[in-house]
């Protein structure tokens, strides 16, 4: 490891209180175990510290939330305001070499302080912005959609580099603004196999059961509504739900609704640090979500490389990447169209025949070869040790 200098400023400007962000987190450290000096600046939250440490970089918490809802526009621009006047004189007070501006949404302040400080910076895109916004009445109506394209458009291009979560995103954003983008999957450390049991145990399931596992967000286009109803048709699996969101108290309703409590688990938020032992006591991962938006149709989820790394053969909408990593290193099993339960709930079926006749000893090993090929392609590809040197290389080239 090199000598530590901390003559180097790196500032990372996330809008989140930083109490979990894997990707944020792994990449200040991995800064930080390089040499530089690195702090994020986040949200401020009663409960959590102004300046904190942890694992070698410091976290500055300098910037109220804005509670103001959208329809009180004077109240919302001013909460808005204030915010990226606090941000700007702590980034500027700090005096970085360097910003790396955490998604779009951070890039006008990124820019702003940028400017002010004579430095450059640097877009972590972890999706396109402005089409997720699509998925709400409010945030994909015309005047919010031009806010934030014009936005894109005048800023992204004078980073001084643009990294990304995927190929077919990372494709899109060179051909929007006519740069050179970097690609960085969303992937975690290396982790040994934690077949514990614990996720069996907490929900009194038996080693014989088939358990098809959701870890995510619970918000609007990821097609979980037709995940659950999935279910209502398949007696040999279970299906359980770890996750959070604006979406939760809806499928708690629709589980109740369906009379689905013994078939489908709602086990809420998990702490990010337990995500892996439970994958590893599941027989299958699945990420669903609709096609309404193109920022869904390139998306790259996390808890793909998730499930790869507990073992954990995929089911999976068709999607650009992950028909290009489920089905194309036959990890699992992609379906199509995006929405439709008749075909989410057949792929379910085909993938739960597979796991039952491996456990019953009636197959010749499909569901076993899926299994240690998902485990290979984390440990060999899809892992932070093997993909840190992309970010470390970025700055090396921006810093020079």
């Known amino acids: ?23 944020v987190e792994r990449e ?6 390089a040499g530089y000096m690195v702090r994020i600046f986040a949200l401020k939250r009663s409960d959590l510290p102004e300046l904190e440490q942890r694992h070698g970089f410091e976290i500055q918490r300098c910037a109220e939330f804005t509670t103001a809802p959208a329809w009180r526009l ?4 001013t909460q808005l305001k204030k915010r990226r006047r606090d941000y700007k004189e702590a980034l500027t007070s700090w005096r970085p070499d360097v910003i790396q501006a955490c998604d779009v949404d951070t890039l006008a302040i990124a820019d702003q302080a940028a400017t002010l400080l004579d430095i450059p910076y640097i877009l972590d895109a972890h999706e396109l912005y402005s089409d997720r916004l699509q998925v709400s009445k409010w945030s994909g109506s015309w005047p919010v959609q031009f806010f934030w394209k014009h936005l894109e458009n005048r800023l992204i291009p004078k980073a001084a580099r643009v990294l990304t979560v995927s190929e077919p995103l990372a494709a899109i954003l060179e051909k929007r603004h006519g740069i050179s983008v970097i690609v960085q999957h969303n992937v975690p450390p290396l982790a040994p196999l934690m077949v514990t049991g614990r996720l069996r145990r907490e929900l009194e ?15 609007a286009g990821r ?7 999935a279910f209502k048709g398949e007696p040999r699996a279970h299906l359980v739900i770890q996750g959070f969101g604006a979406l939760s108290d809806e499928i708690e309703a629709l589980i109740a609704r369906e009379e689905l409590k013994e078939r489908v688990r709602f086990m809420g938020r998990v702490p990010a640090a337990d995500l892996h032992e439970y994958a590893c006591d599941a027989t299958f991962g699945i990420i669903c979500c609709d096609d309404l938006t193109l920022h869904n149709r390139v998306m790259a989820p996390n808890k793909l490389f998730g499930y790869l790394m507990a073992g954990l053969p995929v089911i ?6 992950l028909q290009q990593v489920v089905e194309g290193e036959q990890v699992g099993h992609c379906f199509e169209p995006a929405g439709d339960l008749k075909a989410l709930t057949a792929a379910v079926s085909e993938m739960v025949t597979l796991a039952v006749e491996e456990r019953d000893n009636l197959s010749g090993g499909a569901y076993k070869e899926m299994s240690t090929r998902a485990r290979q392609l984390a440990e060999q590809r899809y892992n932070w040790e093997a993909e840190k040197h992309i970010l470390l290389d970025l700055y090396k080239e921006v810093l020079a």
Do not use: C
């Open 223 to 229: 097609d979980l509504f037709h995940m659950v109803k």
């Open 74 to 77: 004077l109240k919302k621009w």
């Open 205 to 219: 399931l038996p080693d014989s059961e088939i358990i098809v596992l959701y870890q995510g967000v619970l918000n």
């Open 28 to 33: 200040a450290q991995a800064l930080s175990e």
């Open 1 to 23: 490891m090199p000598t530590k200098d901390l003559t180097t400023k790196i500032a990372i400007l996330v809008f989140g209180d930083l109490v979990s962000d894997p990707r």
């Open 316 to 321: 999976a909408t068709r999607m650009p990447f």
